[in-house]
């Protein structure tokens, strides 16, 4: 609302002393929207970030037609009236790598280590985002994965928070939250923790804000209503760790206000008006592109069109296990299980892809084990048909003790975790199954999950990339000794392998699958996880 009301007076200030150009800017100005980058884009894991966010300049188009060169706005923020007060320096005691907030006069991505550096590490970020936009893409796409038929207020809080509130019987049926690939960009993206003054910062979450407005398009009925139920008991929603202007364990309902937005009218929005952004919603100022189908600003006429819409959206981003499934051996794979159609986890109305599964990572972890922000890496250590790759990461984004962040010295004391769950693409599964006998008569799916443990790698890392704990995957491999294992408060609560069947529409293809059969197959870091540096001890 700001920009569009100061782009607005720029615009009127310049038709009125360029006459020849009435129409042209406030036009224009009336036209602007901020602008998104969907960082789980097709191209993105070739390509990375476009160069209009990196470049230092950029040409525009000014007065009477002219182009001009001029700083990129977009690719970095230099500081009005100088560095702010309260910006120290951050040191890493492992490394001796410096990063000198109190001295830099702009923002930096990747920046080397003096108080002058001669700009962001370009090719350092690249490198990082490319490396990690594959999983990107499958996580965005989980997130489209739940069922028509879930829980509305659990459906909710799995997809909008990485700290699920709701008690559930099993908590390993996670597709991820949006709120959980949004702390990984941001750890990839920048790194540290003036993230917010970067103006990628306003790109990603402009891009967070579009997939809300796709999933809550498509899965309309999925809202945090009141509360949940839980085995017959009702449940209200709490905000345990308090909000900007809530007490803490005070209940938080739709119409509850969200200080301290304001609507136009100066009054608090509500949970309830920021929903949607069709014309029978509380109306907003802006909107999104049409995308796969899906025009955000038009409500869908039926619930055939919006699971349609889901399954075009799930396989731009990558997931589309009935191709997938025609794609891989059959005969390594004919030895995994799944239901029977007449098992009651498969819809009547579906049919079981026969031998076929997904698999994932569920990970959850101690949000504040480092007093920093911290990830979760999976690594692959590479086989005679896949090269060694980075699998996903689950991010944890958190402050430091000395933060003057109230909430966060609660979930400190009270322990919170961060879930999530990181896809394992079929053609990784295909290459341990092809590597490890391919699937050859007698080798059983017990002895699959152990050749995918076996062939993973766990990292925990900070934000700098350096390295504070690891873990061999596998039931075979060597345990740590007791004295150079990472201490208990940091390792990590449960990194365990899960896979569900898939189910397609016996005759409307056009549907999305459903997910069935979930099955935790157990922890993948037996031996236990080594310290790698003293932060783990």
């Not at 910062?201 to 999933?215: G, Q, T």
């Amino acid at each position: 609302q700001s920009i569009g009301n100061i782009a607005e007076k720029l615009a009127q200030d310049i038709e009125a002393n360029n006459p020849d150009e009435n129409g042209v800017w406030i036009k224009a100005a009336k036209e602007l929207r901020f602008p998104y980058w969907d960082w789980a884009g097709k191209d993105v894991p070739e390509n990375g970030l476009p160069p209009v966010l990196y470049e230092e300049k950029v040409e525009i188009m000014a007065v009477g037609g002219k182009k001009q060169i001029v700083h990129n706005p977009l690719s970095y923020f230099s500081y009005v009236g100088g560095v702010p007060s309260d910006f120290s320096d951050e040191k890493d005691d492992s490394t001796g790598q410096v990063a000198y907030f109190s001295k830099w006069q702009r923002t930096y991505r990747y920046a080397s280590s003096t108080p002058d550096p001669e700009g962001s590490h370009t090719d350092l970020l690249q490198k990082t985002f490319k490396a990690g936009a594959n999983d990107l893409r499958r996580r965005v796409a989980q997130l489209f994965t739940f069922n028509d038929d879930e829980n509305s207020a659990i459906a909710w809080d799995d997809f909008s928070n990485h700290t699920a509130e709701s008690k559930r019987d099993i908590d390993f049926i996670n597709r991820g939250s949006l709120e959980g690939v949004h702390d990984t960009v941001h750890i990839l993206l920048v790194g540290n923790t003036l993230a917010g003054f970067d103006p990628i910062f306003f790109l990603h979450h402009s891009n967070v804000d579009r997939l809300f407005a796709l999933w809550e398009w498509c899965y309309t009925e999925y809202w945090m209503g009141s509360g949940y139920e839980q085995d017959g008991e009702q449940y209200p929603w709490t905000q345990a760790r308090g909000t900007y202007a809530q007490v803490y364990n005070e209940q938080l309902l739709p119409d509850g206000a969200l200080q301290p937005f304001r609507t136009g009218q100066r009054d608090y929005w509500t949970s309830s008006q920021a929903r949607f952004l069709h014309e029978q919603s509380y109306p907003k100022y802006y909107s999104f592109p049409e995308f796969e189908g899906i025009k955000v600003d038009q409500a869908a006429m039926s619930s055939q069109e919006r699971a349609s819409a889901r399954k075009r959206v799930q396989a731009y981003y990558d997931f589309d296990p009935q191709t997938k499934a025609k794609q891989v051996t059959s005969q390594a794979w004919k030895h995994l299980p799944v239901p029977n159609k007449e098992d009651p986890a498969v819809p009547s109305d579906h049919t079981v892809i026969p031998h076929y599964r997904t698999f994932g990572v569920h990970v959850k972890l101690l949000e504040h084990a480092y007093n920093r922000s911290y990830s979760f890496q999976l690594h692959h250590k590479g086989n005679a048909h896949s090269s060694p790759q980075l699998v996903g990461t689950i991010a944890v984004f958190a402050r430091p003790d000395h933060s003057p962040c109230k909430a966060c010295a609660v979930r400190r004391e009270a322990g919170s975790i961060v879930r999530g769950l990181i896809p394992i693409p079929p053609e990784l599964i295909e290459s341990i199954i092809r590597s490890n006998g391919g699937g050859e008569s007698g080798v059983s799916f017990d002895q699959t999950l152990a050749h995918i443990k076996g062939e993973f790698v766990g990292r925990l890392v900070d934000a700098t990339g350096s390295e504070l704990a690891g873990a061999e995957g596998g039931l075979e491999v060597t345990q740590v000794p007791q004295y150079r294992a990472a201490s208990r408060r940091v390792t990590p609560v449960e990194i365990s392998l899960v896979s569900a069947a898939v189910a397609e529409h016996v005759e409307d293809k056009n549907r999305p699958v459903y997910l069935c059969d979930w099955q935790h197959h157990n922890s993948i870091f037996n031996g236990g996880w080594l310290a790698t540096h003293k932060d783990s001890e």
